[in-house]
């Protein structure tokens, strides 16, 4: 909506739980509990999808965005201590490193996080070129992403990257949910926080490792072939989950939802 001086403001509505509310979402998702589960971080999932469930439109997740998605993303990113995404979606979606906003900074001071937090990037191939932001955009004072990859990775490209990245071998020939956590465990992280793609969102199902998903419904119908927010899942059992919240901006629905685990 827009108030009197032309300025555009965001209003945020609580829908579940009832009675209907506005909302902030910077103050509201840093300061919802999760709790360590026993031996791995806390794992939130973030997506966004069309009301007919496609993930993207011409390869990208941007169109499906506004001003109300963005600031819904800005809050639950502020509630992690590491974001994780594969390969794919790093270079389809042109990541950087995040660099938190203002708001972004206050509230995780007051959350007790780092004022960043830390990028992780799943490779088995090391295809990852040099002129991504999250590479080429790098300041002084920054902390290194993080690729995290497979025992066979090749040698070629570990030392190619050693100069923007720290190359972690893990034990299995493709990475592993499970190692990908202890290895983010080892280094500290309290909650991660996987902005996909769709094919890793699959592995995770399939580990049972998804603690909560935090899904943005945009008010379109995509069409095309996209992938649904988890695809390639071996599971033949659906993942049981349950509503924690549902919020609603700009007619578009923001649903916070807790895996049977964790209610």
Do not use: K
Not at 18 to 28: C, I, N, R, S, Y
Not at 141 to 152: A, E, F
Not at 249 to 258: E, G, P
């Amino acid at each position: 909506m827009l108030d009197p001086p032309g300025r555009y403001v965001l209003v945020v509505r609580r829908l579940v739980p009832g009675p209907v509310a506005e909302v902030d979402p910077m103050e509201l998702y840093p300061a919802l509990p999760r709790p360590r589960p026993a031996g791995r971080p806390w794992l939130m999932v973030n997506m966004i999808s069309s009301a007919d469930g496609a993930i993207a439109v011409d390869g990208t997740s941007g169109a499906l965005g506004n001003p109300a998605d963005q600031a819904v993303f800005s809050a639950v990113r502020t509630c992690a201590d590491w974001i994780v995404a594969a390969a794919g979606t790093v270079r389809a979606e042109r990541y950087s490193l995040p660099r938190p906003g203002a708001e972004s900074l206050r509230a995780r001071r007051a959350a007790g996080r780092a004022d960043r937090p830390r990028l992780a990037v799943v490779s088995a191939s090391l295809h990852l070129g040099l002129d991504l932001p999250l590479f080429a955009d790098q300041r002084p004072g920054d902390d290194l992403p993080v690729i995290l990859t497979g025992r066979d990775a090749p040698a070629g490209a570990v030392e190619s990257l050693a100069p923007v990245a720290e190359v972690v071998r893990l034990g299995s020939a493709r990475p592993q949910p499970a190692e990908i956590l202890a290895e983010l465990d080892r280094r500290g992280a309290g909650v991660v926080l996987s902005e996909g793609g769709p094919s890793f969102n699959g592995q995770l199902a399939d580990a049972g490792m998804i603690d909560e998903l935090c899904l943005s419904v945009a008010p379109l119908v995509a069409g095309g072939a996209s992938p649904r927010i988890v695809h390639g899942s071996l599971r033949t059992v659906p993942l049981d989950l349950a509503i924690d919240h549902l919020l609603e901006a700009s007619d578009t629905l923001f649903v916070r939802y807790l895996s049977s685990g964790q209610r």
